[in-house]
């Protein structure tokens, strides 16, 4: 069946570093990407989308690599703060046919002092 | 800004006892959804819904489960008869469309015993 994965369960960085946090898709027409922020206790928090158009999109902090060939996505984020530590999740979903989004299992981001 | 809410924030009931959980979504949007998030797992997909019906739903939604809009603006999940294994964090999300950014509450955490 579909999975979307992430190659890390656990990226420890320095404070200021960049973080580059991966994720892998099986469906080849997954068409929509979506990295979501899940601290401890609280529900998935919208980062950043790209869909299939576009390799790269960029946000406040943050840019999102899509590469259809290998089917991967990354997460970049620049200099990386305490406040960034959490789990990470990126979720792929299609135009047609499905409603749902599946959802990858995660990698904690830990930021190191 | 505008947010998906839920209610309660923890619920503890017996096994075999009914349990209702309660979200109300962000007022523009139109699409609906229940996920769950066993400790440490994944965020899996339960069921989608649209223009008051159900548009999709997953192995996991069985004849134990039903949602429904009983007004306007609440969106429900009752689990019938509740199983251990229904225990897990309950996550509303909502979007103005499919394939569109999903937004999360921060989820009922659902202790059965």
């Known amino acids: 069946g579909e999975s979307v994965g992430l190659h890390l369960p656990t990226l420890s960085v320095q404070e200021g570093d960049n973080s580059i946090i991966n994720c892998a898709y099986s469906?080849?027409?997954?068409?929509?990407f979506i990295w979501y922020k899940q601290e401890s206790g609280k529900g998935p928090q919208f980062i950043i989308d790209?869909?299939?158009?576009?390799d790269k999109r960029q946000g406040q902090r943050v840019t999102v690599l899509l590469n259809k060939t290998v089917k991967h996505l990354s997460l970049q984020i620049a200099a990386t703060q305490p406040g960034d530590s959490a789990v990470y999740f990126c979720?792929?979903?299609?135009?047609?046919?499905?409603?749902?989004?599946?959802f990858g299992t995660g990698t904690r981001l830990k930021v190191l002092a | 800004e505008p947010e998906v809410t839920q209610t309660p924030s923890h619920q503890v009931t017996q096994m075999g006892q009914e349990v209702i959980l309660r979200c109300v979504p962000i007022?523009?949007?139109?699409?609906f959804y229940w996920y769950r998030q066993i400790l440490g797992q994944k965020v899996e997909f339960l069921v989608s819904?649209?223009?008051?019906?159900?548009?999709?739903k997953s192995e996991i939604f069985d004849d134990q489960f039903s949602v429904e809009r009983p007004d306007g603006s609440n969106f429900t999940l009752k689990i019938r008869s509740t199983k251990l294994e229904d225990s897990a964090m309950y996550f509303c999300?909502?979007?103005?469309?499919?394939?569109?950014?999903?937004?999360f509450g921060s989820g009922t955490q659902l202790s059965v015993l």
């Open positions: 469906n080849s027409a997954s068409d929509y």
């Open positions: 819904f649209y223009n008051n019906e159900i548009s999709e």
């Open positions: 790209i869909r299939s158009n576009m």
């Open positions: 999300a909502s979007s103005t469309d499919r394939n569109e950014k999903l937004f």
């Open positions: 979720a792929a979903s299609r135009d047609s046919g499905t409603y749902k989004y599946i």
């Open positions: 007022s523009n949007h139109l699409y």
